[in-house]
């Protein structure tokens, strides 16, 4: 027999707290106090239905994983279910309305179109979390405006009839020098999550990096992946190594071709539009009180597990569970390449991770060109694989950094924007755009393959100039969110 809407309803409180999730039932009251985003977010659908919410925060085999068995109390008859009547917000009506206004695909042009819709049309809280920076977001901006510093001494009567920018990442061969880089929480823009990266991946013939803190489970992006289509794994270690060796084993074994360690996040940044994002129109915010401060968005909730103590010392542990390549994913400055380096693993990703962490640390493509002139001295430079995240918005970025010496950029944002305005036909219009650039700006710098670039083709000499100004760039500035400080509680 179903359970009853009715049952359930009688367990709303700390001392018995039943909640439904998919049509099941499931008593959580023992769960609350070990639950990573603190027990007050559950508490607030007690005795109700949590789909709505649960849905883009954990991937589908949590429950199953994390709850005992003995809890799952079996499926509910959700048409004895009291729908709660939600009175819809003047904002949530005018959102509804820029939606059915959207301009169509074709109307975006490039990367920054995307942002655009995305931000009009995307709901507040998810569009907070995907577009937000650490404390005054000056990294973040730097990431897009570094390369604005950056101009190029290009060739010319060059034979560019024929162009061809495929290369090869980790051994593997890819249409184009960037990757879909680890992004976490896909749901949040997109019902479907991940996997629609996944697919547009294969269309374009580039490799995802799958996320520890997907919405989709590890497996279901492994499944989505279709015949050789090669994927990486971003990991976030656990404090217990064990659930690690788990994690990246099983990765392994699933044919993961790849393992990014992400060492720029013993903590996770302040995020504070996220945080913002999070306060009711009263001010008071919903899950304050709880024993974890999830006040601080989606991000810190679900990241506790993260080991604030990982360190060069765990690298020789790595290479003894995995015969995956391993990449350090965050490196910030020449010496933690050199010791990367002298530690044996197969790659650097220089990132801030989207200026999400640190703010004010430098760009990734900063970074790059401090980097490689170094390595070129101690013939160094083809010891590791080089990549560079953020920022990344033009095929002119990925070449100045193919330039510099990059193997490859990874590219965040743009996607989850086009994912979440256009679903899978919007990320496939991005990677096209991006495919398009390409080719027309290998023949205007004047090379014919990816093996032609090389430093003389940039000036990088404005490069140490830091600004915090707002993208210099009109489509830039159109996107950029200044921060915004306290609003006034409503009226009463
Ligand atoms: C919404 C969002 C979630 C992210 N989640 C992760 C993550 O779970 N793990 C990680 O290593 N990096 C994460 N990153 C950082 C990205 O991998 C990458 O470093 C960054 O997005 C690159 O900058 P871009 O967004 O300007 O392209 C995230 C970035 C964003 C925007």
């Known amino acids: 027999m ?26 959580v009251t023992e769960f609350l106090p070990e639950h990573p985003g603190g027990p007050k977010i559950i508490l607030k659908y007690a005795g109700k239905d949590a789909t709505e919410e649960y849905e883009p925060i954990h991937p589908p085999d949590t429950l199953d994983k994390y709850l005992d068995k003995s809890k799952h109390l079996g499926v509910v008859d959700m048409k004895t279910v009291e729908k709660e009547e939600k009175e819809e917000s003047p904002e949530e009506i005018e959102r509804q309305q820029r939606i059915e206004r959207m301009p169509i695909l074709e109307q975006c042009y490039n990367l920054m179109d995307f942002e655009a819709v995305a931000r009009g049309v995307m709901k507040k809280t998810a569009w907070a979390y995907y577009s937000s920076g650490a404390d005054d977001e000056i990294t973040m901006r730097e990431n897009h405006t570094a390369f604005h510093k950056i101009w190029f001494r290009p060739r010319i009567l060059v034979d560019v009839e024929k162009v061809d920018f495929t290369t090869t990442m980790l051994g593997t061969k890819v249409d184009i020098p960037f990757y879909v880089t680890a992004t ?84 996770l940044g302040r995020r504070e539009k996220d945080m913002r994002s999070k306060f009711t129109d009263t001010g008071s915010n919903v899950q304050a009180g709880s024993t974890t401060d999830n006040s601080q968005g989606a991000a810190r909730a679900i990241s506790t597990f993260i080991d604030p103590g990982l360190s060069w010392k765990d690298i020789p542990w790595f290479q003894s569970i995995t015969k995956m390549p391993i990449i350090l994913k965050g490196v910030q400055r020449v010496e933690d390449v050199i010791r990367a380096i002298e530690s044996g693993v197969q790659g650097v990703v220089l990132s801030n991770h989207g200026g999400r962490q640190l703010d004010f640390a430098r760009s990734g493509i900063e970074v790059l060109a401090e980097v490689m002139p170094v390595l070129r001295e101690r013939g160094w430079e083809n010891r590791i ?56 700006n290998m023949r205007l710098i004047g090379c014919s393959n990816v093996d032609q670039l090389n430093p003389t083709l940039v000036d990088t000499r404005g490069l140490n100039m830091h600004t915090t100004s707002v993208p210099s760039d009109t489509l830039g500035m159109s996107v950029y969110d200044p921060l915004v400080s306290p609003k006034e509680k409503a009226k009463l």
């Open 385 to 440: 694989e080089i990549f560079v995240d953020g920022g990344v918005r033009r095929a002119t970025d990925i070449i100045k950094a193919l330039c510099l010496g990059a193997k490859g950029v990874g590219i965040g944002r743009p996607f989850l924007y086009a994912m979440s305005a256009y679903g899978q036909p919007g990320v496939d219009r991005a990677m096209q755009l991006l495919k398009d650039e390409m080719e027309m």
């Open 2 to 27: 179903p359970l009853t809407g009715e049952e359930i309803a009688k367990h709303n409180s700390r001392e018995s707290c039943w909640v439904i999730v998919h049509g099941k039932a499931y008593d």
């Open 184 to 267: 976490a929480l896909g749901k949040l823009g997109n019902p479907e999550g991940e996997v629609v990266l996944t697919r547009a991946a294969k269309k374009h013939n580039v490799v995802q990096m799958i996320p520890t803190l997907a919405s989709c489970s590890f497996d279901e992006i492994m499944d989505a992946a279709e015949g050789d289509q090669v994927q990486w794994m971003q990991l976030y270690v656990n404090k217990d190594r064990e659930i690690t060796k788990k994690i990246v084993q099983h990765a392994e074994k699933r044919g993961c071709k790849g393992l990014f360690i992400t060492v720029d996040a013993p903590q």
